[in-house]
């Protein structure tokens, strides 16, 4: 566990530290000054001022932060006398409206580029740790092997040797895509394109409910002989198709929860991803060092893209709600809401935010002695 804790620590920074870094970057190249740039939440462990900014190292690895607004100002801004948050906030914002370096007087491109930037960045992670991958494991093409007695494909009339196109109007070009869109399918049909001999042809089947696995399945399997090894120029095209697919997944899972198909079970924290890497590192250490590597970008792959989509989410206090409030801005003809409002939104989300993580973490605990 303490190896799977170490991998955690590493993959928790390269994720934080890029998307804040993304932040910093843009906000930097834009004239916008950046207070503080904190790895972890909660009371601070170790800091360097390097400029403006102090660089700060804290107690919980549970986000990061890329602060704009100058934090003593809130403490400051009322001399003393307990303010709300709102208040606090008008104060600071009337201290700041001659700055030019502050972020709320920036230019509503240079902070929607600023804000954009951290989620822009977790991408260009996922794509860079997915060409690797796809460089040492090569990628598996989404050609049929076998397929399986009284399924929906030996129905359709599906062989071995035929290649999967396209499902659903979406180009395949992964087997895993395959088995995504059947592992998310309840029943609906799916309009199948594939090629045999050089020949396009098309059919619809439904998958078959398994009730032993209380899942759908297409009736097909992938073999290992299907897998191409990518050469130069093909790392960049495959890695970018891995990256569709990690893509596709995050939105599929979300799709899956908003159609009610998810419990808490299936949502996971920073205590959760620690037992996701554990069991990684379990299931690849018996093949060599090289292998647990290559398991370990795969992970870091999907979990850079997937904090890289849900911090666009336009929910109050992420990324995705301060975008939503710059869109507001742009439609309101560049009225900004007023900073009290702002702070109140901004804390109202946070603060769902945070009673969301208490109750995934602990949940998460609990797993570990189920």
Known sequence: MIVSIIFFFIIFSILVIGHEFGHFMVATRSGIRVYEFDVGMGPKLWSKRKGETDFC?????????????????????????KQSLGEQMNAMAKAQEGDVHAFRNASIGARFATVLAGPVMNFLIGLVFAMITVAFTGSDLPVVAKVM????????????????????????????????????????????????????????????????????????YSSSKNTLECNALQVFQYGWYETQYWFRV???????????????????????????????????????????????????????????????????????????LIIIELLRGGRKLSPEKEGYVTLAGAMALIALMVVVMFNDVAKFFR
């Not at 890329?66 to 006398?81: R, S, V, W, Y």
């Open 149 to 220: 007695p009284g399924y929906a494909a030996e129905e359709a009339g599906l062989e071995a040797g035929d290649t999967i196109t396209k499902i659903n109007g979406h180009s395949i070009h992964l087997f895993r895509e395959i088995s995504l869109y059947a592992a998310v399918n309840y029943g609906e049909s799916m309009d199948v394109v594939y090629e045999r001999d050089g020949q396009s042809h098309e059919v619809t089947l439904t998958p078959t409910y398994n009730s032993d696995e209380d899942r759908y399945y297409i009736g097909i």
């Open 57 to 81: 190292i804290r107690a919980f690895p549970f986000g990061g932060a890329c602060i704009f607004e100058d934090p003593d100002g809130l403490d400051d801004a009322d001399d003393g006398e």
């Open 250 to 324: 995050t939105f599929e899972s979300l799709g899956l929860i908003f159609r009610g198909h998810f419990t808490l079970d299936d949502i996971s924290g920073p205590v959760g991803v620690v037992k996701v890497v554990d069991d990684t590192y379990q299931s690849s250490k018996s093949y060599g060092a090289s292998s647990v590597l290559l398991s370990m970008l795969s992970l870091t792959t999907l979990l850079s893209i997937n904090l890289g989509v849900m911090n666009l989410l336009p929910i109050p206090a992420l990324d995705g709600g301060r975008l939503l």
